[in-house]
């Protein structure tokens, strides 16, 4: 069973900053890309930043320049460093894994940019 624990939500003030972490466990033993997506209140879930395992990232426009993806992929650890915060960056965040071809998503973890 392969489960993914997010950490690391909460509230934050625009402007200010935010890390997000993802650590997958379980039967989980060719990770591809992992990723951070995000849904907004009466939106549709979009891709936030992605990483492969060669370490290839891709952005949202939206979030290019202001947040951050790494990972750790000895520990199956994804990272999301959130800075200059603002409020439309509000949403749940969840960590997404592609295992061999086979998607998880993780449960998500709310953020609110809020003063």
């Known amino acids: 069973q392969v489960q993914l624990v997010e950490s690391g939500g909460g509230l934050v003030q625009p402007g200010g900053s935010l890390r997000l972490s993802c650590s997958a466990s379980?039967?989980?033993?060719?990770?591809?890309?992992m990723a951070w997506y995000r849904q907004a209140p009466g939106k549709q879930r979009e891709l936030v930043a992605g990483m492969t395992r060669g370490g290839t990232t891709n952005y949202a426009d939206s979030v290019k320049g202001r947040f951050t993806i790494s990972r750790d992929n000895a520990k199956k650890r994804v990272d999301l460093q959130m800075n200059s915060v603002k409020p439309e960056d509000t949403a749940v965040y969840y960590c997404?894994?592609?295992?061999?071809?086979?998607?998880?998503w993780g449960k998500g973890t709310l953020v609110t940019v809020s003063s």
């Open positions: 379980g039967s989980i033993f060719n990770i591809l890309t």
């Open positions: 997404n894994v592609n295992d061999g071809g086979i998607v998880y």
